[in-house]
């Protein structure tokens, strides 16, 4: 097997006048790539760190983003690469835990100054032995984990995703998640080690839906991997127009509204779609390739070659057959751990009843499991709240509220209530020109779900709903939004 430095550098060698990247029209050779990179490695080098020393990298998507983050590959260093959009008290907290001598930066981009009043403790620390990648988890519930990944397990990802999804010379890939998520192994990585194309998209217009058809079009683009709320902002504006050019398609990050489904097929009529699970913590888990004609729900699929699952009931007993329960993963695409021990020791588990010595990540999600293997989503572990003593899901009122033709997303949170306890507060985007309110939405969350699960508070919103650094519906800022 192939590094992902071997494999790109191949690239360079073979091929250094084909185009490694567009942005904003304009290409970039996988040539011309190499030079910015190898510019960005002597940069480093010139900083005098210790060696093994990380650094931080706070790089906004561009080309010389992207090659900021190969100068530090082809330096061999380890990197935390953090989203730029996170607040700066919590980018300085984690350069420090992960013990960077140094942020860099793209050039002509103003220097990261820490925030003062920040925590900058060390931690203590996990093995990062032949660790280069270290992203980070979403920080939906507070401050985000760092999450180092194996050289070795972002290659063996790199190989087989080049393979299934047929990434090679000639094609193009768009790319729309941030520069720090970690659909950009696929997206951005692979396709680079693979000799394709990258379509990158501007964060600034990622919500126009114009902008991407028009980037889709334009380029030819062949495979689109992307969380659902790209492929609604596409529909949006598509109308009839069909994207031929395109023959694989991947969604992933977070639940698909049914409508959105339903109507993808249409949308790219010569197209694989496929539905993609997995974590930052252990990449892609599991994959569905849709049929012709399938509607929803949609399964998750079955484990990747080489994954290995479980199911663990609540009663604490692992499930050999159809059921529901927890989903338990060990991949070979997997970190070891957060770099911070002390936040992983729930999620990082052998195997809960010692049946193996396997290292096991526990994901929370909540599945079904039916009797031919796949695997449904039916929740959250950690959405599981009780209203007024009646049991509740959370994902499963949002997954109702999505199901109205009117609803383009919603989200959905509990929050204390001095009477009830805990009250559910929904957020939803309202398809445009829609003449949704309140009143039309809880008379369809009646039809569908008990008294105690239609939410207390409807907020019905025109515009997209926060999302999180890793372009996830940001469910802390749901109780925020106003009417």
Known sequence: MSTFRESFLTQVSRR???????????????????????KARARLEWLDLDPGEPVGLLAKKSPDAVALVLGTLLSGRRFLLPSPALANSALTSLFAQAKCGRVVVPEGVDEFVPDANADTTAVDASDVDGVHFMLTTSGSTGLPKIV?????????????????????????????????????????????????????????YAANGRYLLD????????????????????????????LTSVDRVMFTGDAIPDRTLTELPKLFPNATLHNIYGCTETNDSFLHTLEAGEQPPVSIGKPLPGVHTLVLAEDGTVLNGPGTGELYVSTPFQAKGYLDRARHTDKFVPHPTGADA???????????????????????????????????????????????????????????????GRKLVAAVQRAPDSKLNSLSLRQHCARRLPQAAIPSTLHIVDTPLPKTSTGKVDRNAVESLKK
């Open 215 to 242: 980037l889709v079009v334009k380029h030819e683009v062949n495979v689109i991997q992307a969380v659902p709320m790209f492929f609604g902002l596409l529909l949006d504006v598509a109308r009839e127009e069909a």
């Open 16 to 38: 250094p006048g084909a185009a490694a990247l567009v942005w904003h029209g304009e290409v970039t050779t996988y040539g011309e790539l190499y030079e910015l990179a190898d």
């Open 358 to 420: 396997r290292a096991w990540f526990r994901s929370g999600d909540l599945v079904r499991r039916e009797t031919d293997g796949r695997v449904f989503l039916i929740g959250r572990s950690d959405f599981q709240v009780k209203v007024r003593g009646v049991a509740i899901n959370t994902a499963e009122v949002e997954h109702v509220l999505q199901e109205h033709p009117a609803v383009l997303e919603a989200a959905v949170v509990a929050v204390p209530d001095p009477i009830a």
């Open 148 to 204: 180092p990944l194996p050289q070795v397990a972002v290659d063996r990802f790199v190989e087989w995703a080049g393979k299934e999804f047929d990434i090679r010379p000639g094609r193009t890939v768009l790319n729309y998640a941030p520069l720090n998520f970690d659909l950009c192994l696929l997206d951005v990585w692979t396709t680079l080690a693979h000799g394709g194309t990258v379509v990158l998209v501007d964060a600034d």
